[in-house]
T-cell receptor, first 116, second 115 residues
Framework: EAGVAQSPRYKIIEKRQSVAFWCNPI?????LYWYQQILGQGPKLLIQ????????DSQLPKDRFSAERLKGVDSTLKIQPAKLEDSAVYLC??????????????FGPGTRLTVL | AQSVTQLGSHVSVSEGALVLLRCNYS??????LFWYVQYPNQGLQLLLK??????LVKGINGFEAEFKKSETSFHLTKPSAHMSDAAEYFC?????????????FGQGTELSVKP
């Protein structure tokens, strides 16, 4: 089966610019996640969708970050305006059901964002 | 709040030697536990997971982990390291039977394998 797809793979922007990332989860997976992975750290959950509804966005910097999952399939994550500290790898993952049922999350290859 | 701690940000072993990566969790109720591996410029891949039942869990590529409730630990081992095992390893925990729960990752351990 096809894995989680993400684009672009790499992005370099200047601070205060805008950027958007796209994710296509595994077909049939109801739960979709966006993680931020700063160099040398573990992934940190930014937002979790169940179908097209938001389950958890407690760690999403809502003044600059936004995400949507239209029709419960693809998702986009946007940063506007970007700051230097946003430099990180942004990982998208999906799973059949939410984490509290012990199911595996499948990760995409990530988008490496560099903010200059 | 639940947390996951990985002891040692970097571990170096010789090829053929035992690999031991340590993971401890803090939770009043034992969570679901996972080990993921991340190769350079790639996403995370599941090595193994503990849900319920047998406390010794076997995963891919010869890795295994043992859940010890009394020690709140879930250490990852492999009897004989291979050069291809060089990667970043993440331990993670998800709350047990909590639909609103989220996966919490440790900070990661980078494994180096010397020839």
């Amino acid at each position: 089966e096809a894995g989680v797809a993400q684009s672009p793979r790499y992005k370099i922007i200047e601070k205060r610019q805008s950027v958007a990332f796209w994710c296509n989860p595994i077909s049939g997976h109801a739960t979709l996640y966006w993680y931020q992975q700063i160099l040398g750290q573990g992934p940190k959950l930014l937002i979790q969708f169940q179908n097209n509804g938001v389950v958890d966005d407690s760690q999403l910097p809502k003044d600059r970050f936004s995400a949507e999952r239209l029709k419960g399939v693809d998702s986009t994550l946007k940063i506007q305006p970007a700051k230097l500290e946003d430099s990180a790898v942004y990982l998208c993952a999906s799973s059949l059901v939410p984490p509290g049922y012990g199911n595996e999350q499948f990760f995409g290859p990530g988008t490496r964002l560099t903010v200059l | 709040a639940q947390s996951v701690t990985q002891l040692g940000s970097h571990v170096s072993v010789s090829e053929g030697a035992l690999v031991l990566l340590r993971c401890n969790y803090s939770s009043s109720v034992p969570p679901y536990l996972f080990w993921y591996v991340q190769y350079p410029n790639q996403g995370l891949q599941l090595l193994l997971k503990y849900t319920t039942g047998a406390t010794l869990v076997k995963g891919i590529n010869g890795f295994e982990a043992e859940f010890k409730k009394s020690e709140t630990s879930f250490h990852l081992t492999k009897p004989s390291a291979h050069m291809s095992d060089a990667a970043e390893y993440f331990c993670a925990a998800a709350p047990f039977y909590n639909q609103g729960g989220k996966l919490i990752f440790g900070q990661g351990t980078e494994l180096s394998v010397k020839p």
